[in-house]
């Protein structure tokens, strides 16, 4: 079945600073790419997702690149504020979607 | 994005009993998806639950255990049976959205058993 890593599992950054989260993924036969964020006790939100038919994908301060050669994907967030902190989950799909372990971001002021 | 209403949104329960988790959705949807998400972790996929047929659930889940049910295509629910310490996680619904394998996710459901 399908595996995705995450790294890194927590990232510290400052305001304003810009966050990168990269994720790789195991199967090849994969063709859909979300991203979730995750505040405390709340359910997971889908911020942005790539299909595999594109390169790159931007919603104003994020972003998502696709590497269908390597297997890997990452988020982008520039300018990052207090409100970005949360917890990034990645996935992958061809079918039922496998998440990474996620990533804390701790964005301080 | 459809609106996902979960209940209850968290609960403690004794040992050796059942809690049972609703889930439901402002529009119709052909797939539903429950997950466990034990504390700090990530999300594992549980069972997928479409409307008029079994669940389908994933290696390490069975029925008895887990017991699905999807009367029409706005609601499910989700029974924990027979609960130990280790069933302490949140459950989370999600159902399919506009486009293929995109998914929405309610808040959850914040279990703890004692």
């Known amino acids: 079945g399908e595996n995705v890593e995450q790294h890194p599992s927590t990232l510290s950054v400052q305001e304003g600073d810009s966050a990168v989260i990269k994720c790789t993924y195991s199967?090849?036969?994969?063709?859909?790419f979300p991203w979730y964020k995750q505040e405390l006790g709340k359910g997971p939100q889908l911020i942005i997702d790539i299909r595999s038919n594109v390169g790159e994908k931007k919603d104003q301060r994020i972003a998502v690149t696709l590497n269908k050669t390597a297997k890997h994907f990452s988020l982008h967030i520039t300018e990052t504020q207090p409100e970005d902190s949360a917890v990034y989950f990645c996935?992958?799909?061809?079918?039922?979607?496998?998440f990474g372990k996620g990533t804390m971001l701790l964005v301080s002021p | 994005s459809a609106v996902i209403s979960q209940k209850p949104s968290r609960d403690i329960c004794q040992r050796g009993t059942s809690l049972t988790i609703q889930c439901q959705v402002d529009s119709q949807v052909t797939m539903m998806f429950w997950y466990r998400q034990q504390p700090g972790q990530s999300l594992t996929l549980i069972a997928t639950a479409n409307q008029g047929s079994e669940a389908t659930y994933e290696s390490g889940f069975v029925i008895d255990k887990f017991p699905i049910s999807r009367p029409n295509l706005t609601f499910s629910t989700l029974t924990v049976s027979n609960m130990s310490p280790e069933d302490s996680s949140i459950y989370l619904c999600s159902v399919d959205g506009q486009g293929v394998n995109i998914q929405y996710f309610g808040a959850g459901t914040r279990l703890s058993v004692l």
């Open positions: 996935a992958a799909s061809w079918g039922t979607l496998t």
């Open positions: 199967d090849s036969a994969s063709n859909y």
